[in-house]
């Protein structure tokens, strides 16, 4: 954890240190008007977003003991949860642009549903035929909590007549919690003692956290005079990925803590109806890909330490209506 936050610190500070070094090489690229010094455009928009994706992590081989034996005759996966996310998200965007060539950004996001889809459990546990599924469950979202922060700050390298293109360094922080209730479990491979139903009480719950530093490039392109598109792709190196697993009917607990890396696009078109009032409206992919392990234990006592890997997809259309001042 303390080299995630020590890398993420030397990225941030590097890039900036390049970002600020550079402004020299911007002002010699650009060839818009002479903008009034220290001029400040603020944008505020609020509006809806509809999410689809999941959250899906596996664990298996190599587990480690509490003696910190390590055990690598095993495979991987043996269990796997997948965690949806079509949700609803209200949104809160915020814009600040300098001298129109440094640009602060921030956006909120918080679930206005909870899932509807399921979430599916699934378990392999023959040894001698590791593909053969012999658990599986679904279970109701029963209660669930989104909240997402995205700040970065955009710096315009070069801009020719109505194109510009920029550079940027930016934190994206998502936390997810579910409850979620069983509804039917059993074994497609015909294992005994493995079927049950659901009582209506939740019987497990899961947090995942993802926080990520990540680098920008991104284009706008000023197509009428109250028509612009803009896009950009983003990639994080050090993405960290923390996750609590609640087996609540087992007392089980499993805490996982995860590395890796992350990419996203975002594609979006603004129409000015007056020179203070605009549509937007974007399209929003994000990948994450991470592993590393869980610590797991039963009834507080610590069990087994178990690898662990989880990648997360989500794809989202928002629609916002905003000011320009």
Do not use: C
């Not at 023959?126 to 989104?146: C, K």
């Not at 087992?250 to 000015?272: E, L, P, Q």
Request: proline share 4%; glycine share 10%.
């Amino acid at each position: 954890m303390k080299r995630f936050y020590h890398s993420t610190a030397a990225v941030l500070g590097l890039g900036m240190l390049f970002l600020t070094g550079s402004t020299t090489m911007a002002d010699a690229a650009t060839s818009s008007p002479m903008i009034t010094k220290n001029s400040v455009i603020y944008n505020l928009s609020a509006g809806t977003e509809l999410m689809t994706g999941d959250t899906t992590y596996q664990i298996g081989y190599p587990v480690t003991s509490p003696s910190g034996v390590t055990f690598n005759d095993g495979y991987f996966p043996i269990s796997e949860l997948a965690w949806p996310l079509d949700i609803w998200l209200a949104r809160l965007e915020g814009h600040a642009t300098l001298n129109n060539q440094w640009r602060l950004n921030g956006t909120l996001k918080k679930n206005l549903t909870t899932p509807g889809d399921n979430m599916a459990d699934s378990d392999w546990l023959t040894a001698g035929n590791p593909g053969r599924l012999d658990v599986y469950s679904e279970s109701e979202i029963s209660s669930f909590d989104a909240f997402i922060m995205d700040v970065d700050v955009d710096w315009t390298f070069m801009r020719r007549n109505t194109i510009s293109f920029y550079a940027g360094l930016g934190l994206l922080y998502q936390n997810f919690n579910y409850d979620g209730k069983l509804i039917h479990q059993y074994s497609p491979s015909g294992l005994p003692g493995m079927e049950y139903y659901g009582d209506g009480s939740v019987a497990i719950a899961y947090e995942m956290t993802y926080t990520m530093p990540y680098l920008k490039l991104g284009t706008d392109l000023q197509v009428t005079p109250k028509f612009a598109l803009a896009g950009s792709f983003s990639y994080s190196p050090l993405v960290n990925a923390e996750d609590t697993d609640e087996h609540l009917l087992r007392n089980k607990i499993s805490s996982g803590d995860m590395d890796g890396n992350a990419y996203m696009f975002d594609f979006s078109g603004k129409y000015m109806f007056t020179p203070a009032l605009f549509l937007e409206a974007g399209f929003h992919y994000l990948n994450i890909q991470v592993d590393g392990t869980t610590g797991q234990s039963f009834y507080g006592v610590p069990y087994a330490t178990v690898t662990e890997e989880s990648e997360s997809t989500q794809t989202s259309g928002n629609v916002s209506i905003g000011f320009k001042f």
